[in-house]
Structure formats: C-alpha cells, structure tokens
Nanobody
Framework: QVQLVESGGGLVQAGGSLRLSCAAS????????MGWYRQAPGKQRELVAE???????NYADSVKGRFTISRDNAKNTVYLQMSSLQPEDTAVYYC?????????????WGQGTQVTVSS
C-alpha cells in the first residue's frame, strides 16, 4: 500500500508558476511510474505528466514546454514544476503511483490539490 500526499496547489495569476509535490509513504524506487493527473469541473481526469522508474517522461501536448516532472527517490517525492500557467490549467491535480506486477497493475492516488489560475 502506497499513500500519496500532494501539496503546493493554490491560486496564481496567468503567466505565473507553481510547484506541486507528492510525498509517498514508502520507497518509490521500484514504482513503475509516477504521474500527475488533473480533473477540471465537468471534465474527465487526464494525464498531465508521467515519469518512469528509469527516468523517461511523458507529457500531455497541452503542457509540453511549460511543465516539468521530476522524482527524488531519496525523498520518495515527485514534483511537477508548472510555468506559464493559463486559466485552462485550473483543475484538481492528483498524484498517481503505478506499480506494475506480473499480471496486473496497482494504482494509487493522492487526495488531490487545487490549482486555480486567474486571468
């Protein structure tokens, strides 16, 4: 069981920056992938960024060049640095841990942190 706690959300003006943190209760060294998802009101949850145990990253097209995901295995923490924020980035951001097993995948979620970007 992995517990994830997000922090760093808040209110920011368009063009501003925020850094989200996701602290895991256990070692993330062997976790297959850590990611950030977001869900805006009335919309489905979508992948924002993901980083594998090997350090490979994947970003949604809408955030490429603006957001950067990183992981610190020593601190069991994943970060999402968000820059040039726009009102359409407003959403609840969720941390995800994906633990691939032989025949199935375990998914763990944090409680979410609100990011609001004002125009």
């Amino acid at each position: 069981q992995v517990q994830l706690v997000e922090s760093g959300g808040g209110l920011v003006q368009a063009g501003g920056s925020l850094r989200l943190s996701c602290a895991a209760s256990t070692s993330i060294f062997s976790i297959s992938a850590m990611g950030w998802y977001r869900q805006a009101p009335g919309k489905q949850r979508e992948l924002v960024a993901e980083i594998t145990s090997g350090g490979s990253t994947n970003y949604a097209d809408s955030v490429k060049g603006r957001f950067t995901i990183s992981r610190d295995n020593a601190k069991n923490t994943v970060y999402l640095q968000m820059s040039s924020l726009q009102p359409e980035d407003t959403a609840v951001y969720y941390c995800n841990a994906k633990d691939d097993r032989r025949f199935y995948t375990l998914n763990y979620w944090g409680q979410g942190t609100q990011v609001t970007v004002s125009s």
